[in-house]
């Protein structure tokens, strides 16, 4: 089955405690993003990578780090978490081979920093 | 500047009933415009795409370039309809998107 997967679904952490949330698609696609979603605003775009060791910010970086090592992998990297980075993330993947794109969704990582 | 603009934060309409969520968008360029939707506890999903101009579930969204717009719309909504809609846009390439605010639809019985 095609998907993205991300892990964990839910994470809990502590202010400056590095973590990472993993994200694998098994579609063989060229880009992946990542992507905050909080109340009002939205999804905001965090990184994205056009392809392997390719990656450029998105609109709200500051925070995060993004690696992209192989093509099916894209995890998030947040060395040092604070309160405001309570969110909702999303990880996407998409292609353009068949001309147009659309992107494919994780299930969500919803993270508490306190 | 890129902006997709979604005026309406909430929108209640009654099973039946039409329902025209509104996206308009600034892009100096030619976008790719879509509607992606969010039903409870799932999975963002693509609903449609202005360049196929299908329609899925009944919406249908027509791309209209003077008024920049891309409203989203169903002659009969039904209740299975509830959920979170985002229209979006892709610029040239098609990665980098830029998501509205959402608009979440809620149909009454």
């Known amino acids: 089955e095609a998907q993205v997967t991300q892990n964990p679904r839910y994470l809990i952490t502590v202010t400056g405690k590095k973590l990472t949330v993993t994200c694998s698609q098994n579609?063989?696609?060229?880009?992946m993003s990542w992507y905050r979603q909080d109340p009002g605003l939205g999804l905001r775009q965090i990184y994205y990578s056009m392809n392997v060791e390719v990656t450029d910010k998105g609109d709200v970086p500051e925070g995060y780090k993004v690696s992209r090592k192989e093509k099916r992998n894209f995890p998030l990297i947040l060395e040092s978490p604070s309160p405001n980075q309570t969110s909702l993330y999303f990880c996407?993947?998409?292609?353009?081979?068949?001309?147009?794109?659309?992107?494919?969704f994780g299930q969500g990582t919803r993270l508490t920093v306190v | 500047a890129q902006r997709v603009t979604q005026p309406e934060k909430l929108l209640s309409v009654f099973k039946g009933a039409p329902v025209e969520l509104k996206c308009n968008y600034s892009y100096s360029g030619s976008p790719e415009l879509f509607w992606y939707v969010q039903y409870s506890r799932q999975r963002l999903q693509l609903l449609l795409r202005?360049?196929s101009r299908e329609s899925i579930k009944g919406f249908t969204a027509d791309l209209n370039k003077g008024e920049t717009s891309f409203h989203l719309k169903k002659p009969f909504a039904q209740e299975e309809d509830s959920a979170m809609y985002y229209c979006?846009?892709?610029?040239?390439?098609?990665?980098?998107?830029?998501f509205g605010a959402g608009t979440r639809l809620f149909v009454k019985a």
């Open positions: 996407a993947s998409s292609s353009r081979a068949r001309g147009f794109s659309e992107a494919f």
């Open positions: 579609m063989n696609h060229e880009y």
């Open positions: 202005h360049i």
């Open positions: 979006a846009l892709s610029g040239t390439g098609g990665f980098k998107t830029i």
